[in-house]
């Protein structure tokens, strides 16, 4: 997990106070649950909750944290998963609006540890911390692009453009997966895959990289989802 040297907590409370946030904030929203509920949900004392998270602004980035934490360790597993290089991309893009259709309350709590209006009153080191957070996933991502990418391919601009439309395919996809106005078929992860295959596909991928299975790809984002692991969308 991204370092968190100056609470006084371990990972398993941690963890225990991310889980009763989100359950709170799907039973009573953002602004109506209290630090006793978040007390009797997570286990966790008052005075250790008070000691170390000043308010809910605190309590959004350390969500978020623990989101991108597990963003970062799905990416390693994908990186070493038996998917080919272009199925692993389209699993890379694809997947945000896969879980945000799964989970929905945790997709949208996913958004809230970097909303401004929400997180301006946190303390100067989680502030610092967050920003140390979304320097970790371009460091992730990059790996992504420079490992299973064709970054290498003879149109550099049309990789690049690539690699734009796919980024915007992921967070419009992750975004609507998350809204309950939005019909769930206009958001379904076969369209999400679909378009962004259609994206990636004439660029120069490898021999034993050109061949798409969505099965296999959705068998692996369940499998993935089975874990536990969020992702940061």
Known sequence: MLAFEFMNLS???TLKIVVACKKLIKEHGVFKFTFSQLSQESGISTGVLHRNIKSKDDLMILNFITVVDSHIKLVEDLIESDLNHQEQFICHISYPAFFGSLYESHGGVNFLGANPGLIKNAQPEFIELLAGAFSELSLVNNRVFNEIFPVNSSDRNLTH???RHAFFISRGAAVASCNRFISKNTTSIDLVMEIVHDVIKPLEW???????S???IKNYMRNISDLGL????
Do not use: M
């Open 161 to 163: 453009k690539a690699l």
């Open 206 to 212: 490898p021999q034993g990289h050109t061949e798409v």
């Open 230 to 233: 969020t992702v940061v969308i």
């Open 214 to 216: 969505y099965k296999k």
């Open 11 to 13: 990972r398993n409370q």
